[in-house]
């Protein structure tokens, strides 16, 4: 009978899989973080600290890349290049699945805070629509939408895109927010907005089995 229940007990560990599937294993996802390369994009003060935009994109790109993998996802990290038509080549050249160009607004209103999101293609929409309610959702801010316009990532290439401008880092709260982030607090608006990505792609590739990418089937 010990025997039967350690043999039963193997049995069982031989059929666990190491780690679940998810609708993100196979997928590559490009992560563009915007600006970089010497150029800062906005620039927001808390308590006389200055806060760089590109710094805040490169953070929520590493925590969403976390969570991508761990659903056995793969990211493509976009080689931050001066055009962006050039950076959605790399992602392109990639076969990249999906593209998300991570950005965040500015003002010189320190008050000013919404979130929204930036489309140009009939699929982006699509891809869009699963990526902006979800962190719409996750941050609780005036919800500006999606909207049409170039800003060159998503008019580049065909594959599906969004470029999300999920909160102002003029905003003060929001600066003073990453700070905290930066000194290790939890349930910051980074990790908000990471798992709100990660929680859109995982019901956009759910729903599009194929992942719809016009890179499809193109350098894998
Ligand atoms: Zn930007």
């Not at 350690?6 to 599937?21: E, Y």
């Not at 003060?45 to 490169?58: K, S």
């Not at 929204?116 to 891809?127: A, G, H, L, R, Y």
């Amino acid at each position: 009978m010990k025997n039967a229940i350690a043999i039963l007990g193997l049995a069982l560990l031989v059929a666990l899989p190491v780690s679940a599937a998810t609708s993100l294993t196979g997928k590559v996802i490009a992560l563009d973080a915007g600006h970089g390369n010497g150029e800062t994009g906005a620039v927001g003060v808390c308590n006389g600290v200055e806060v760089i935009e590109a710094d805040v994109n490169l953070a929520v790109r590493a925590e969403l890349k976390a969570l991508i993998e761990a659903g056995e996802g793969t990211v493509h990290e976009v080689a931050q290049r001066f055009s962006r038509q050039d950076r959605v080549a790399d992602a392109e050249s990639a076969g990249s699945d999906v593209l998300i160009s991570i950005h965040h607004n500015g003002s010189t209103n320190t008050s000013a805070d919404y979130t929204q999101s930036f489309v140009t293609q009939k699929n982006d929409k699509i891809f869009a629509g699963y990526i902006h309610p979800a962190l719409v959702d996750a941050l609780q801010l005036p919800n500006k939408g999606i909207k049409n316009d170039g800003y060159g990532m998503t008019v580049y290439g065909s594959l599906p895109g969004v470029l999300t401008e999920s909160y102002f880092i003029t905003n003060t709260d929001a600066v003073c927010d990453f700070l905290d982030y930066q000194s290790g607090a939890t349930n910051t608006r980074v990790q908000k907005e990471a798992q709100a990505m990660y929680d859109g792609l995982a019901a956009y590739f759910s729903a599009n089995t194929d992942g719809g990418g016009g890179s499809k089937g193109r350098n894998r």
